[in-house]
């Protein structure tokens, strides 16, 4: 096991990427976009300093938002991809359905986001 001071939370996008090669199981995609999410998510924390555990995930946001309106509005987005691929195991809508097209919605909304703050 390697033990570090600091972990790179980039690190989930490579690791989200694998999960996605291929003829990924819905499983795999799912668990790719949920990555994706927490590699921005923690990403945003660090760079706005985000502290705490109280609505943390909103407040970061909030933070995002605050700073590019553009870039908050595409994490709230992959906040919700986040939210379908880690809750919602049946009855969704046919759109949200297709593992493959929201993983590659959250690659592109955490390309977008950290091309602008990063």
């Known amino acids: ?16 990427e694998l ?13 790719a976009v949920s990555r994706t999410y ?12 985000v502290e705490g555990k109280r ?3 909103g407040r970061v946001i909030g933070a995002v938002y605050a700073y590019d309106k553009m870039a908050g509005e595409r994490l709230q987005k992959l ?11 049946r009855d969704l809508d046919a759109l949200d359905r297709n593992w ?3 993983y590659r919605k959250a690659r592109r909304f955490a390309e977008f986001i950290l091309g602008r703050l990063s």
């Open 79 to 89: 906040e919700a991809l986040r939210g379908l691929a880690d809750y919602r195991l």
């Open 38 to 49: 927490y590699a921005v998510f923690l990403a945003m924390r660090e760079r706005f300093g």
């Open 19 to 31: 999960l996605a090669d291929g003829d990924a199981s819905e499983a795999n995609l799912r668990t």
């Open 100 to 102: 493959r097209d929201n």
């Open 55 to 57: 609505n943390i995930h």
């Open 1 to 16: 096991m390697v033990i570090s001071d600091s972990f790179d939370s980039l690190e989930f996008l490579r690791v989200a």
